[in-house]
């Protein structure tokens, strides 16, 4: 009975150090990122890219611009995103979409049609996976509520 109880006391306490380890992977993970310059994240995206799409580096460069602008616009827009009206969040989300549209046109003239194609298709897996995680937060939420 001892022994049974000793190894079920170990299997929890490793099973709760498991969990902390990979909450401090994601917050560690999150820090770095946060501390980035626009360029240094655009770098990023762009080899992540030309891995995943095969890119030239002609297109390569081009998509590196393009995300060093959009980087540095977002970088600007998160500082001023405090205790805004209505007004002025529906002109955020408005402008947010008008740049996600130019960002595909974009994306459009510098990629091949089959590179286009599976970059449309990460996207929407990202979107997804970004609505479902933004979903699972709000269940958290009002949850402890």
Not at 95 to 108: F, V
């Amino acid at each position: 009975m001892k022994k049974a109880m000793l190894i079920i006391m170990a299997l929890t306490t490793l099973a709760v150090t498991a969990q902390q380890k990979d909450d401090s992977k994601k917050h560690h993970r999150k820090q770095l990122m946060e501390s980035l310059t626009p360029e240094q994240k655009a770098e990023m995206q762009s080899k992540k890219l030309t891995l995943d799409l095969n890119l030239n580096n002609a297109q390569q460069s081009k998509i590196k611009e393009l995300l060093v602008d959009a980087h540095k616009e977002r970088a600007t827009k998160a500082k001023t995103k405090e205790n805004l009206t209505d007004a002025e969040k529906l002109k955020l989300k408005s402008d947010r979409l008008d740049n996600q549209i130019a960002m595909k046109r974009a994306m459009k003239d510098i990629l091949t049609e089959e590179q286009f194609s599976k970059w449309e298709k990460r996207q929407s897996h990202r979107m997804r996976k970004f609505k479902s995680r933004k979903e699972a937060k709000k269940h958290y939420r009002n949850r402890e509520n």
